[in-house]
């Protein structure tokens, strides 16, 4: 029996996607991630804004277009938040976001795949990248945030469990994200911390990448533990959402801009040429013209890699919800700035990594060029036979840099 996982949204989802895959293999399934002729389809939805819920429903029309009389599973963040916009005919479950991994009986119960004989798992080839969920939930309650009301409550994993995890992915990975919904707040339920984590992690030969973090969880004792890893990739996404005080407390952020400004300086205390990449909320209900200015010359002297900007998207349920929205057009207007200075952090960037040598992860070739993402999370193009190089960029080159390779 032929399965098709439908991951939409954040790592969190992808790493539970991966998880199902291998799950269903153990189970007989044939699984792909591709979008092709399945017997059931299992999509992993997403909520966080009101276009990424649209995604999620219109990822049943797109899988029903390969096999009209498949099943189709709904499962995740959109299925916990508005179960009634999934009930289709052709939809055979909708399971929610708060205890994922049971959806595999579920599965199961509703199917009996041909053959109980493990399937060749796609999935145990040599893989760039893999993804390590070590946290679920959270409990900062940001204004305009449904994901608490989804995922429940932050639960940390236990650490020697990830450990094992890790220690077995780095045999079949190049490199592992860790990731979770909200990495600053690992350990709290267990008397442990994420540095804790780290630690325990540092003796694993395998590359490190951090999925999104909250600066006030960014402290000198876990960046030590970090930068002690044999291969940490020195790439923060911090995420910022506004630089105007009054904005951020609306958000109940719980930092300030000075605050995340001394966490910048931190980090390029320990490598000056870290990256350091953010998501911003244009257009809050309460951000005036004055407030919006403040985050642009914030975001400027902050000199980000790159920043992800999302137009506000009111989540019913949550505290901001009830605030009156800015005009449409005002909203595109900001963003629009904002995207402009996009353009021109990313070209800064890159500009100041030309002449820096980067360890480069090639992840695809085209006519004889490889490419790949840098631990300084760049997108390096090369000629080369290996996998993994070190390359000297020589120039901007596409979305990244073109360089030699030095090793
Ligand atoms: S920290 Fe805030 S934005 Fe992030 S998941 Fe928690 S409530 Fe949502």
Redesign the pocket.
């Known amino acids: 029996m032929k399965a098709v996982i439908f991951n939409l949204g954040c790592k969190v989802n992808q790493y539970e996607s991966d998880a199902l895959a291998q799950e269903l293999c153990q189970r007989g399934y044939e699984v792909s991630s591709e979008l092709e002729y399945a017997d059931i389809y299992v999509i992993n939805t997403c909520a966080?804004t009101a276009e990424a819920e649209r995604k999620s429903r219109q990822a049943i029309t797109r899988c029903l277009k390969h096999n009209p009389k498949a099943k189709v599973f709904v499962w995740g963040c959109a299925g916990e938040y508005h179960p009634e916009k999934f009930q289709k005919p052709q939809v055979a479950y909708i399971w929610g976001a708060k205890d994922k991994s049971r959806i595999i009986n579920i599965i199961d119960k509703e199917n009996n795949p041909l053959s109980d004989k493990p399937h060749e798992n796609s999935h145990s080839s040599f893989r760039t990248r893999a993804y390590v969920k070590v946290q679920d939930?959270?409990?900062?309650?940001?204004s305009?945030?449904?994901?608490?009301y989804l995922?429940g409550r932050?639960r940390s994993r236990d650490i020697e469990e990830i450990y094992r995890e890790i220690q077995s992915l780095s045999q079949h990975n190049a490199e592992i994200v860790l990731t979770g919904?909200?990495l600053?707040?690992y350990g709290k339920d267990k008397g442990a911390s994420f540095a804790d984590l780290i630690r325990r992690i540092k003796d694993i030969d395998v590359r490190i990448r951090l999925g999104?973090f909250?600066a006030e969880g960014l402290t000198e004792e876990l960046l030590d533990a970090l930068f002690q890893l044999k291969q940490f990739c020195p790439h923060f996404h911090l995420?910022l959402?506004s630089g105007d005080n009054d904005v951020l407390r609306s958000?109940?952020?719980?930092y300030t801009a000075e605050e995340y400004v001394d966490k910048i300086k931190l980090i390029r205390s320990y490598d000056a040429n870290a990256a350091i990449t953010t998501d911003l909320i244009i257009g809050y209900p309460t951000e005036t013209q004055k407030m919006f200015e403040n985050t642009v010359e914030f975001v400027k002297k902050a000199k980000f890699a790159d920043i992800h900007v999302f137009p506000y998207s009111a989540r019913e349920g949550t505290a901001a919800a009830k605030l009156k929205l800015l005009p449409k057009d005002i909203v595109s207007g900001r963003v629009a700035v904002m995207l402009e200075l996009k353009k021109d952090l990313q070209k800064n960037y890159l500009n100041a990594n030309i002449g820096i040598t980067q360890k480069v992860l090639f992840e695809e070739e085209s006519k004889g060029i490889k490419s790949g993402y840098s631990e300084r999370y760049i997108r390096v193009y090369a000629k080369s036979d290996a996998q993994t190089a070190e390359v000297l960029p020589k120039e901007i080159y596409k979305d990244g840099l073109m360089g030699e390779v030095i090793i």
């Open positions: 966080v939930g959270c409990d900062n309650f940001c305009y945030c449904i994901i608490p995922r932050s919904i909200n600053t707040l999104s909250h995420s959402q958000m109940n952020r719980r």
